[in-house]
Nanobody
Framework: QVQPVESGGGTVQAGGSLRLSCAAN????????VAWFRQSPGQEREFVGA????????TYADSVKGRFTISRDNDNYTVYLQMNSLESEDTAVYYC??????????????????WGQGTSVTVSS
């Protein structure tokens, strides 16, 4: 079982940047695809992006494409979500989710087995 833990959330002004981290309690995330989702109050959970276990492929939601970047450091068992040019609409709780490697980068939350508790991001205008 690979239980992810998110960190790095906080409050930032519009136009600013934040980097979120996803680790797995000291265990390796190797061989696991990792995705980021977010959920705003009163909204459904929304796919943000995902990365294959080797880091060779990524995919992003249109709403964050060009602003957010997912990367991973498998030596340190950590996946990152770099968020630039933040907008008030990016305010949400961000979740890291994992599933055993597949060639498909899924955007459906139901495809991911292990979820973190989330980290809150607030973008002030």
């Amino acid at each position: 079982q690979v239980q992810p833990v998110e960190s790095g959330g906080g409050t930032v002004q519009a136009g600013g940047s934040l980097r979120l981290s996803c680790a797995a309690n000291g265990r390796t995330l190797n061989h696991y695809n990792v995705a980021w989702f977010r959920q705003s109050p009163g909204q459904e959970r929304e796919f943000v992006g995902a990365i294959t276990w080797g880091g060779g492929r990524t995919t992003y939601a249109d709403s964050v494409k060009g602003r957010f970047t997912i990367s991973r450091d498998n030596d340190n068992y950590t996946v990152y979500l770099q968020m630039n040019s933040l907008e008030s609409e990016d305010t949400a709780v961000y979740y890291c989710a994992t599933r055993y490697y597949s060639t498909t980068l899924h955007s459906n939350a139901g495809e991911y087995l292990y979820w973190g508790q989330g980290t809150s991001v607030t973008v002030s205008s």
